[in-house]
């Protein structure tokens, strides 16, 4: 069960994210139709927390092309949830960026 702080880092807003913990990593963020921030601006906090790249699970099921500014990927909610299953799951989880 996820602490009301750690759901909202989840969301990967404003001033959310632990620029220690985000620092080269790829984060794994939350997007409703109701989320205050754009997908985009997401990717800002994201870049600007030190990640180095975001999968986006979109809630909404937009299915909306958007421009990141970091290298990202936009998931459905079941993929997403799966990808979390595996992220709890896994003691080391590693990502590749290929470009």
């Known amino acids: 069960m ?3 702080f750690q759901h909202f880092c989840s969301y ?3 001033s959310s994210l632990d620029k220690t913990k985000a620092k080269g990593k790829v984060l794994v963020c939350r997007h409703t139709e109701y989320s205050g ?3 985009l601006e997401k990717s800002k906090i994201v870049k600007e927390a030190g990640g180095v790249g975001m999968i986006l699970i979109d809630e ?3 299915g ?4 990141f500014v970091i290298p990202s990927a936009v998931v459905g909610t079941k993929t997403g949830e799966r990808i979390l299953s595996y992220i709890n799951s896994t003691r080391l ?3 590749y960026l290929i470009e």
């Not at 909306?64 to 421009?67: E, G, I, Q, W």
């Open 2 to 4: 996820l602490s009301s």
């Open 12 to 14: 990967c807003v404003d």
């Open 37 to 39: 921030e754009s997908k």
């Open 60 to 62: 909404a099921n937009q």
């Open 64 to 67: 909306v092309s958007t421009p």
């Open 93 to 95: 989880v590693f990502m």
